[in-house]
């Protein structure tokens, strides 16, 4: 299987180079100094686990690859999803699978609608992880994916991809409820992601506060509010696992909004708090909380371009 790898940061690097550790044929798709770093040097994962490092074949368009691509897997920064989704069609035959670990719930419908169901899989990523240089990723919790099939079957092409990661020594889920599993994701990301940002504080600095962790449940309570509106089974329940998770497993994790935000980049809070604004709005549920913290992202995110 030929694999190639769209967006060469902290979750793309690090998939990647696992695949690469366990034979597997990978290209990364790379721009900028990462491009330059790869074509030159191999890419570098700083581990919790154990570092390691991996040879990397990366190119800046996929004209430069000789075939379609059996796999490819999605890890840009959600803004940058159509663009990369028109950047990829020549590398997109009638059996190639696409599988997107990009944040929110939106990217496998934008993809479906460009590709049709039949390409597309779901998945998720559970990883603390960040790019420290060109080429290099530190990575610092986690690590496990879930995967599946959009309309809640358990095929034989899923439970393949899942013996493949298997096999690079990732922790894979394979899922018949991929939906649910996806939006009890965005259930973690657009209360801590959210605030984490606003707070410029980790994970465990927030859950050091009570009125940063009563923030975070009031964040997270309308997201399942707009689930529930949506047919999504999400509960209080979801949070409370959440929030205890956090606070056993993820206290150093700084999250992707809030080093974006450090770093000066563009910062997704379309994907987090304004896509609950907006399904608030269509389905008439009011999410006064995630409007205040959309907004201040969105001046954030202004001020900082």
């Not at 998945?123 to 790019?131: A, C, D």
């Not at 935000?261 to 708090?273: S, Y």
């Not at 389905?283 to 992202?297: A, E």
Request: charged share 20%; glycine share 10%; with cysteine.
């Amino acid at each position: 299987m030929n694999i190639l790898i769209v967006g060469t940061g902290g979750v793309g690097g690090y998939y990647g180079a696992r695949l690469v550790q366990a034979g597997a044929e990978v290209t990364f798709l790379a721009r900028g100094a990462t491009l330059a770093t790869l074509q030159s040097k191999p890419l570098t994962i700083k581990s919790y686990q154990g570092d390691f490092t991996v040879p990397a074949t990366a190119v800046a368009s996929v004209d430069e690859l000789k075939q379609p691509s059996d796999l490819i897997i999605f890890a840009t920064k959600t803004y940058d999803t159509d663009a990369v989704i028109a950047q990829i069609a020549p590398a997109v035959s009638e059996d190639t699978l696409l599988l997107s670990l990009q944040n929110g719930v939106e990217s496998e419908h934008k993809l479906v609608a460009r590709f049709g169901n039949k390409n597309v899989l779901g998945g998720i990523s559970y990883i603390g992880s960040e790019v420290i240089a060109p080429g290099q990723i530190q990575h610092s919790a986690e690590g496990r994916i879930s995967i599946g099939e959009l309309d809640g079957t358990l095929s034989l092409r899923v439970k393949r991809l899942g013996a493949l990661f298997e096999k690079a020594g990732i922790q894979v889920n394979v899922t018949e409820k991929i939906q649910y599993t996806l939006w009890k994701k965005l259930l973690w990301n657009v209360p801590f992601n959210q605030a984490c940002a606003i707070a410029r504080a980790s994970v465990g600095e927030l859950l050091d506060s009570e009125p940063m962790k009563k923030l975070l449940i009031a964040l997270g309570g309308e997201l399942i509010e707009v689930a529930q509106a949506s047919g999504i089974e999400l509960s209080s329940q979801d949070m409370k696992d959440h929030m205890k998770f956090s606070e056993d497993k993820l206290r150093a994790v700084r999250p992707s909004l809030l080093q974006d935000l450090e770093r000066g980049k563009r910062l997704e809070h379309e994907t987090f708090g304004g896509f609950v604004v907006r399904e608030g709005a269509r389905l008439g549920v009011s999410v006064p909380v995630n409007k205040s913290c959309y907004q201040l992202l969105a001046f954030l995110d202004e001020r900082s371009q």
